[in-house]
T-cell receptor
Framework: DAMVIQNPRYQVTQFGKPVTLSCSQT?????MYWYQQKSSQAPKLLFH???????NEADTPDNFQSRRPNTSFCFLDIRSPGLGDAAMYLC????????????FGPGTRLTVL | SQQGEEDPQALSIQEGENATMNCSYK?????LQWYRQNSGRGLVHLIL?????REKHSGRLRVTLDTSKKSSSLLITASRAADTASYFC?????????????FGGGTRVLVKP
Protein backbone atom coordinates (compact mmCIF):
# COMPACT_ATOMS: atom_id res chain seq x y z
CA ASP A 1 0.00 0.00 0.00
CA ALA A 2 1.17 3.50 -0.78
CA MET A 3 2.09 5.25 2.40
CA VAL A 4 4.21 7.64 4.40
CA ILE A 5 6.78 5.98 6.62
CA GLN A 6 8.67 7.55 9.49
CA ASN A 7 11.69 6.14 11.24
CA PRO A 8 12.30 5.72 14.02
CA ARG A 9 8.93 5.79 15.78
CA TYR A 10 10.63 6.71 19.06
CA GLN A 11 13.89 8.59 19.37
CA VAL A 12 15.74 9.46 22.54
CA THR A 13 18.61 11.91 22.40
CA GLN A 14 20.67 13.91 24.83
CA PHE A 15 20.54 17.65 25.27
CA GLY A 16 22.65 19.19 22.52
CA LYS A 17 23.29 15.94 20.62
CA PRO A 18 22.31 16.20 16.95
CA VAL A 19 19.52 13.95 15.80
CA THR A 20 18.03 13.11 12.40
CA LEU A 21 14.50 11.93 11.77
CA SER A 22 13.59 10.36 8.47
CA CYS A 23 10.49 10.19 6.31
CA SER A 24 9.85 8.29 3.13
CA GLN A 25 6.83 8.10 0.86
CA THR A 26 5.64 5.76 -1.84
CA UNK A 27 2.88 8.10 -3.01
CA UNK A 28 5.13 10.00 -5.45
CA UNK A 29 3.78 13.26 -4.09
CA UNK A 30 5.47 16.53 -4.92
CA UNK A 31 5.07 18.19 -1.54
CA MET A 32 6.53 16.99 1.76
CA TYR A 33 6.04 18.65 5.13
CA TRP A 34 7.49 18.49 8.62
CA TYR A 35 5.28 19.38 11.57
CA GLN A 36 6.04 19.63 15.26
CA GLN A 37 3.23 18.68 17.60
CA LYS A 38 3.38 19.10 21.36
CA SER A 39 0.97 17.48 23.74
CA SER A 40 -2.69 18.48 23.20
CA GLN A 41 -1.72 21.10 20.64
CA ALA A 42 -2.23 21.56 16.92
CA PRO A 43 0.49 20.42 14.54
CA LYS A 44 2.82 23.33 13.81
CA LEU A 45 4.35 23.51 10.36
CA LEU A 46 8.14 23.79 10.44
CA PHE A 47 8.85 23.74 6.70
CA HIS A 48 7.87 22.08 3.48
CA UNK A 49 9.38 21.12 0.15
CA UNK A 50 7.59 21.65 -3.10
CA UNK A 51 9.65 19.26 -5.20
CA UNK A 52 13.17 20.55 -4.51
CA UNK A 53 12.11 24.01 -3.41
CA UNK A 54 12.53 24.47 0.33
CA UNK A 55 10.04 26.69 2.17
CA ASN A 56 10.85 27.58 5.74
CA GLU A 57 8.26 28.98 8.14
CA ALA A 58 9.26 32.37 9.52
CA ASP A 59 9.15 31.20 13.13
CA THR A 60 11.00 27.91 12.68
CA PRO A 61 14.19 28.03 14.78
CA ASP A 62 17.53 27.80 12.97
CA ASN A 63 18.18 24.69 15.04
CA PHE A 64 15.86 22.82 12.65
CA GLN A 65 17.08 21.94 9.17
CA SER A 66 15.75 19.70 6.45
CA ARG A 67 17.00 17.80 3.43
CA ARG A 68 15.16 16.21 0.56
CA PRO A 69 17.67 14.25 -1.52
CA ASN A 70 15.01 12.82 -3.82
CA THR A 71 11.23 12.65 -4.27
CA SER A 72 10.80 9.79 -1.83
CA PHE A 73 12.87 10.86 1.16
CA CYS A 74 12.92 13.84 3.47
CA PHE A 75 14.96 14.33 6.64
CA LEU A 76 14.58 16.56 9.66
CA ASP A 77 17.85 17.48 11.36
CA ILE A 78 17.84 19.01 14.82
CA ARG A 79 21.32 20.35 15.31
CA SER A 80 21.33 20.94 19.06
CA PRO A 81 18.16 19.62 20.65
CA GLY A 82 16.90 21.40 23.71
CA LEU A 83 14.40 20.18 26.27
CA GLY A 84 11.76 22.30 24.54
CA ASP A 85 12.21 20.31 21.33
CA ALA A 86 10.72 17.19 22.86
CA ALA A 87 7.61 16.57 20.81
CA MET A 88 5.97 14.42 18.17
CA TYR A 89 7.35 15.13 14.72
CA LEU A 90 4.98 14.43 11.88
CA CYS A 91 5.86 14.07 8.23
CA UNK A 92 3.15 14.57 5.63
CA UNK A 93 2.81 14.67 1.88
CA UNK A 94 0.39 16.15 -0.61
CA UNK A 95 0.08 15.54 -4.31
CA UNK A 96 0.52 19.01 -5.72
CA UNK A 97 -0.76 22.09 -3.96
CA UNK A 98 -0.05 22.83 -0.36
CA UNK A 99 -3.79 23.00 0.20
CA UNK A 100 -4.47 19.49 -1.10
CA UNK A 101 -5.33 16.66 1.22
CA UNK A 102 -2.31 15.74 3.31
CA UNK A 103 -1.21 12.21 4.08
CA PHE A 104 0.58 11.78 7.38
CA GLY A 105 3.10 9.31 8.64
CA PRO A 106 2.71 7.78 12.11
CA GLY A 107 5.11 10.30 13.64
CA THR A 108 8.36 10.11 15.59
CA ARG A 109 8.18 10.79 19.31
CA LEU A 110 11.37 12.64 20.32
CA THR A 111 12.54 12.62 23.91
CA VAL A 112 15.39 14.90 24.98
CA LEU A 113 17.23 13.94 28.16
CA SER B 1 -4.23 33.31 17.53
CA GLN B 2 -4.94 30.42 15.21
CA GLN B 3 -6.78 30.61 11.91
CA GLY B 4 -8.96 27.69 12.96
CA GLU B 5 -10.24 27.37 16.49
CA GLU B 6 -12.32 24.45 17.66
CA ASP B 7 -15.07 24.11 20.15
CA PRO B 8 -15.42 22.31 22.44
CA GLN B 9 -11.85 21.44 23.39
CA ALA B 10 -13.04 18.12 24.80
CA LEU B 11 -16.18 16.05 24.47
CA SER B 12 -17.27 12.91 26.30
CA ILE B 13 -20.24 10.89 25.07
CA GLN B 14 -21.75 7.43 25.31
CA GLU B 15 -21.46 4.97 22.48
CA GLY B 16 -24.38 5.41 20.09
CA GLU B 17 -24.76 9.13 20.73
CA ASN B 18 -23.91 11.80 18.20
CA ALA B 19 -20.84 14.01 18.57
CA THR B 20 -20.74 17.54 17.20
CA MET B 21 -17.73 19.81 17.12
CA ASN B 22 -17.28 23.23 15.59
CA CYS B 23 -14.48 25.10 13.89
CA SER B 24 -14.31 28.86 13.44
CA TYR B 25 -11.81 30.67 11.27
CA LYS B 26 -10.89 34.26 10.58
CA UNK B 27 -10.08 34.81 6.91
CA UNK B 28 -11.64 33.70 3.62
CA UNK B 29 -10.75 30.18 2.57
CA UNK B 30 -10.60 27.94 -0.50
CA UNK B 31 -11.43 24.81 1.42
CA LEU B 32 -11.69 23.39 4.90
CA GLN B 33 -10.57 19.92 5.89
CA TRP B 34 -11.19 17.71 8.90
CA TYR B 35 -8.62 15.24 10.22
CA ARG B 36 -8.67 12.62 12.96
CA GLN B 37 -5.71 11.72 15.16
CA ASN B 38 -5.65 8.67 17.36
CA SER B 39 -3.46 8.96 20.44
CA GLY B 40 0.22 8.87 19.56
CA ARG B 41 -0.41 8.51 15.83
CA GLY B 42 -0.40 10.64 12.71
CA LEU B 43 -3.40 12.50 11.35
CA VAL B 44 -5.85 10.87 8.99
CA HIS B 45 -7.81 12.91 6.48
CA LEU B 46 -11.58 12.60 6.90
CA ILE B 47 -13.26 15.04 4.56
CA LEU B 48 -12.64 18.18 2.50
CA UNK B 49 -15.35 20.75 1.89
CA UNK B 50 -14.87 23.54 -0.62
CA UNK B 51 -15.91 27.12 -0.02
CA UNK B 52 -18.79 26.82 -2.51
CA UNK B 53 -20.20 23.75 -0.73
CA ARG B 54 -22.53 23.88 2.26
CA GLU B 55 -22.72 20.28 3.35
CA LYS B 56 -20.89 17.05 2.73
CA HIS B 57 -21.35 13.48 3.94
CA SER B 58 -18.99 10.56 4.27
CA GLY B 59 -20.36 7.48 6.00
CA ARG B 60 -21.30 8.51 9.55
CA LEU B 61 -19.67 11.92 9.11
CA ARG B 62 -21.50 15.07 8.18
CA VAL B 63 -19.68 18.34 7.65
CA THR B 64 -21.29 21.73 7.18
CA LEU B 65 -19.68 24.97 6.14
CA ASP B 66 -21.09 28.46 6.63
CA THR B 67 -18.76 30.92 4.95
CA SER B 68 -20.85 33.90 6.08
CA LYS B 69 -20.19 32.93 9.70
CA LYS B 70 -16.72 31.56 8.94
CA SER B 71 -17.54 28.34 10.68
CA SER B 72 -17.79 24.62 10.07
CA SER B 73 -19.16 21.72 12.04
CA LEU B 74 -18.35 18.02 12.09
CA LEU B 75 -21.06 15.62 13.18
CA ILE B 76 -20.30 11.99 13.94
CA THR B 77 -23.52 9.99 14.12
CA ALA B 78 -24.01 6.81 16.12
CA SER B 79 -20.56 7.08 17.69
CA ARG B 80 -18.44 4.05 18.47
CA ALA B 81 -15.63 3.52 20.95
CA ALA B 82 -13.25 3.47 17.96
CA ASP B 83 -14.19 7.09 17.24
CA THR B 84 -12.26 8.12 20.35
CA ALA B 85 -9.62 10.49 18.98
CA SER B 86 -8.73 14.13 18.51
CA TYR B 87 -10.37 15.89 15.59
CA PHE B 88 -8.73 18.84 13.86
CA CYS B 89 -10.04 21.26 11.30
CA UNK B 90 -7.56 22.72 8.84
CA UNK B 91 -8.11 25.77 6.69
CA UNK B 92 -6.24 27.28 3.79
CA UNK B 93 -6.47 31.04 3.92
CA UNK B 94 -6.84 32.76 0.56
CA UNK B 95 -3.84 34.95 -0.17
CA UNK B 96 -2.00 33.70 2.89
CA UNK B 97 1.71 33.31 2.27
CA UNK B 98 2.04 30.07 0.32
CA UNK B 99 -1.62 29.16 0.96
CA UNK B 100 -0.67 26.54 3.50
CA UNK B 101 -3.05 24.59 5.69
CA UNK B 102 -3.38 25.85 9.24
CA PHE B 103 -4.66 23.42 11.85
CA GLY B 104 -6.97 24.30 14.70
CA GLY B 105 -6.32 23.27 18.28
CA GLY B 106 -8.49 20.18 18.02
CA THR B 107 -11.39 18.63 19.88
CA ARG B 108 -10.63 15.56 22.01
CA VAL B 109 -13.52 13.13 21.77
CA LEU B 110 -13.99 10.28 24.22
CA VAL B 111 -16.65 7.71 23.36
CA LYS B 112 -17.47 5.56 26.36
CA PRO B 113 -18.65 2.01 25.69
Amino acid sequence: DAMVIQNPRYQVTQFGKPVTLSCSQTLNHNVMYWYQQKSSQAPKLLFHYYDKDFNNEADTPDNFQSRRPNTSFCFLDIRSPGLGDAAMYLCATSREATTDTQYFGPGTRLTVL
Amino acid sequence: SQQGEEDPQALSIQEGENATMNCSYKTSINNLQWYRQNSGRGLVHLILIRSNEREKHSGRLRVTLDTSKKSSSLLITASRAADTASYFCATDAIKAAGNKLTFGGGTRVLVKP
